[in-house]
C-alpha cells in the first residue's frame, strides 16, 4: 500500500450531480498519465462531507469499476454519522478496496473514548483494514502519540493520514510505530514528510502534479536533497497559485485544459467559478505542467 496516492476529484454537473463520465476520465487520467500508486476516495478533495449516501456509494462503485485491480484504492467512509460510515465501510469493502480510512469525527468535540469507539465500530463491523485520517486544521480533533497507539494497536488498524505540520509528532509517531503506514497529507511539505520516514503521500495536487511528487518522493527517499528541494519549489509555486486561485476548481480546470473531459463543477456550497479564473488555470497548467 506504500507509495503516491491522488485524492481523487469528483467531477458534478451545474445542478451538482454526480457526473460519472467526467469522473471516470479523472480516474483514468490520474493512472494513465499521473502513474499514480493509488487513489484516496471520497476525502475531502472529493467534496465528500457535502454529498448525499448514495451518491458516495456510487463514486466508490464507479471508481472501482474504472481502476479495476489495476491501483490500489482505498475509500474514504468517515461521516459524523457512524451509521452511514458503517453502511458506506460495509459497501466499500464488498466493493473490493484495499482499505478503508475514516475522518476523525469532528464539530461536537468528542472526547478520545467516543473517538476510539468509532473507529473500532467501523473496523469491527467491516472488518477491513483502516487508515486513520487526521486534519486537525479542519476537524480540530488533535491526537497524541498514545492516542493513536490505542487506535494502531488493532491489527486492522493499518496507519494514519497524516494532514498537519507538526513534523516533531509525525517524528515521534514513526519511531513509535515503525510498521503502520503513514501517509503525508499536505502536497506542499511533502519533502520533509519524506525525511522524516513517511511511506507515502495523498494529495489533491497530484491529480495534476503526480510526476512532480514522484520527483520529490525518490530524490528525497535517494537523499538527493539539492534535488527534491528544487522540485518541492516548482511544486510550491503551483500550490501557491492554485491556492490562491481556488483549490479543487482551479484543479478541475486544469485537468480540462489537459484534455480531461467534463472534469466538472464543484458543489455548493462552494462557489462558481469566474471567467477570469479560468484562465488563470490554464494559464498554470500551460507554464508549469
Ligand atoms: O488531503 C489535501 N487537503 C485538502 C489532502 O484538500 C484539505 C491536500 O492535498 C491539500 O489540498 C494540498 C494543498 O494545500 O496540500
Known amino acids: 500500500m506504500k507509495g503516491l496516492y491522488s485524492a481523487l476529484l469528483i467531477s458534478f454537473d451545474e445542478k451538482g450531480n454526480l457526473d460519472e463520465k467526467g469522473t471516470r476520465n479523472i480516474v483514468r487520467y490520474n493512472i494513465d498519465v499521473m502513474k499514480m500508486d493509488g487513489l484516496y476516495v471520497g476525502g475531502s478533495t472529493g467534496e465528500n462531507f457535502m454529498i448525499p449516501t448514495e451518491t458516495k456509494k456510487r463514486i466508490f462503485e464507479i471508481v472501482k469499476d474504472e481502476a479495476k ?3 490500489k484504492l482505498i475509500a474514504q467512509v468517515g461521516s459524523i454519522d457512524l451509521y452511514e460510515a458503517v453502511e458506506l465501510g460495509k459497501y466499500a469493502t464488498e466493493l473490493g478496496y484495499d482499505s478503508l480510512s475514516a475522518v ?3 464539530y461536537y468535540k468528542f472526547d478520545f473514548e467516543e473517538i476510539k469507539n468509532y473507529y473500532m465500530t467501523i473496523v469491527n463491523e467491516t472488518n477491513n483494514n483502516m487508515i486513520i485520517y487526521s486534519i486537525p486544521f479542519l476537524t480540530g480533533v488533535n491526537m497524541n502519540v498514545e492516542q493513536f497507539g490505542e487506535l494502531l494497536c488493532h491489527d486492522k488498524i493499518i496507519g494514519i493520514k497524516f494532514t498537519a505540520g507538526d513534523f516533531y509528532l509525525l517524528e515521534r509517531v514513526r519511531k513509535a510505530f515503525p510498521d503502520k503506514l503513514l501517509f503525508a497529507g499536505f502536497d506542499e511539505m511533502l519533502l520533509p514528510a519524506v525525511s522524516l520516514g513517511v511511506d507515502g503521500a495523498i494529495g489533491s495536487t497530484y491529480n495534476v502534479t503526480g510526476k512532480i511528487a514522484k520527483e520529490i518522493f525518490n530524490y528525497t527517499k535517494e ?17 501557491e497559485a492554485v491556492l490562491k486561485n481556488g483549490l479543487y476548481q482551479t484543479i478541475k480546470e486544469i485537468l480540462k485544459s489537459k484534455g ?6 464543484c458543489r455548493l456550497p462552494m462557489k462558481k467559478i469566474s471567467a477570469e479564473k479560468i484562465e488563470i488555470a490554464k494559464e498554470i497548467g500551460r507554464n508549469f505542467l
Open 260 to 265: 480531461v473531459e467534463a472534469a466538472g463543477n
Open 69 to 71: 485491480d489495476s491501483i
Open 104 to 106: 476523525t469525527p469532528f
Open 223 to 239: 537523499g538527493k536533497i539539492a534535488e527534491a528541494r528544487e522540485k518541492q519549489t516548482y511544486l510550491n509555486d503551483i500550490i
